[in-house]
């Protein structure tokens, strides 16, 4: 089976600006998080979809987004970009059905740089 | 809030050794796992330990897990250079409904 792949893998973005960021899956994966990683606080987790449906979410603004479509691919978006924002991005899937988190396959990351 | 809290933060060691990390937490858990990341890239799963289970091995891994100290170790035996990572462990909260990862333990092992 293919990995979870992460587009894109670099980004550079200046203040103000929004950003989408986009996740596949493992095939047949239907769980996909999206946590957020910096040198500071560390992985962060950002939200979880499942089936199509934020199932959970973390402490972020709302400035921070996401949606899964059918497929299960997810994108996240953070609009009016801060500083503070910049960091690697990861997804991860996993065959999450009932309440507990099995093992999660991560993507390489994307690396948001905000100017 | 942050569940697990490895412990010690870095680790230096020479190749062959051992090498063992523990990490602690506040809430009962469904299961805690450990990962492994290389110098900023994707975390890779490495063990997943169940609450009810106490120790598990998987080939120079070796996990034990005390929910009595909220508490589980990490053992790297016979250490190798393509071991050098961040290893974190994350915990499944029950109620928390997210995987809570701790701050890392970064493990440099010397040829």
């Known amino acids: 089976k293919a990995g979870v792949t992460q587009t894109p893998r670099y980004l550079i973005k200046t203040r103000g600006q929004q950003v989408t960021l986009s996740c596949s899956p493992i095939?047949?994966?239907?769980?996909v998080s999206w946590y957020q990683q910096t040198p500071g606080q560390g992985l962060q987790f950002l939200f979880e979809y499942f089936s199509e449906t934020q199932r959970n979410k973390g402490n972020f603004p709302g400035r921070f987004s996401g949606r899964q479509f059918s497929n299960s691919r997810s994108e996240m978006n953070v609009s009016t970009l801060e500083l503070g924002d910049s960091a690697l991005y990861l997804c991860?899937?996993?065959?999450?059905?009932?309440?507990?988190?099995?093992?999660?396959?991560f993507g390489p990351g994307t690396r948001l740089t905000v100017l | 809030s942050q569940q697990g809290e490895e412990d010690p933060q870095a680790l230096s060691i020479q190749e062959g050794e051992n090498a063992t990390m523990n990490c602690s937490y506040k809430?009962?858990?469904?299961?805690l796992q450990w990962y492994r990341q290389n110098s900023g890239r994707g975390l890779v799963h490495l063990i997943l330990?169940?609450?009810?289970?106490r120790e598990k091995h998987s080939g120079r891994l070796r996990v034990t897990l005390d929910t009595s100290k909220k508490s589980s170790s990490l053992l790297i035996t016979a250490s190798r250079a393509a071991d050098t990572a961040s290893y974190f462990c994350a915990t499944d909260a029950r109620g928390n409904n997210r995987l809570a990862f701790g701050k890392g333990n970064q493990v440099v092992v010397i040829p």
């Open positions: 991860a899937s996993s065959s999450n059905i009932g309440g507990s988190y099995n093992e999660q396959f």
């Open positions: 809430t009962s858990i469904n299961n």
């Open positions: 095939s047949g994966h239907r769980s």
């Open positions: 330990i169940r609450s009810n289970e």
